[in-house]
């Protein structure tokens, strides 16, 4: 079996960057040799996105349903910026 140009072959396979596949493969590689359960999921943490807005939970509860339907009309509801 051949596995020369194997990186560049899965790469091109899932339409990504060669240096991409080549980190998760040397990621498992490192994994395999400390014998360790191998898991290549993301790095990331699971703190992405945006962050949440902990102080109107309350006042947007005491707004009716039939009012806060848009983000436009909650952001009325509680005088602030859309």
């Given at each position: 079996?051949i596995?020369?140009?194997?990186?560049?072959?899965?790469?091109?396979q899932?339409?990504?960057?060669?240096q991409?596949?080549?980190?998760?493969?040397?990621?498992?590689?490192?994994?395999?040799k400390?014998?360790?359960?191998?898991v290549?999921?993301?790095?990331?943490?699971?703190?992405?996105?945006?962050?949440?807005?902990?102080?109107?939970?309350?006042?947007?509860r005491?707004?009716?349903?039939?009012?806060?339907?848009?983000?436009?009309?909650?952001?009325?509801?509680?005088?602030?910026?859309?």
């Open positions: 079996m596995y020369y140009k194997t990186t560049a072959f899965v790469a091109a899932f339409d990504l960057h060669i991409s596949v080549q980190r998760v493969w040397n990621h498992g590689k490192t994994q395999l400390s014998s360790v359960p191998v290549v999921s993301s790095l990331k943490k699971v703190r992405v996105g945006y962050k949440a807005i902990s102080g109107y939970s309350e006042a947007s005491n707004i009716s349903l039939k009012k806060r339907m848009t983000i436009e009309e909650v952001c009325v509801k509680l005088n602030m910026s859309k």
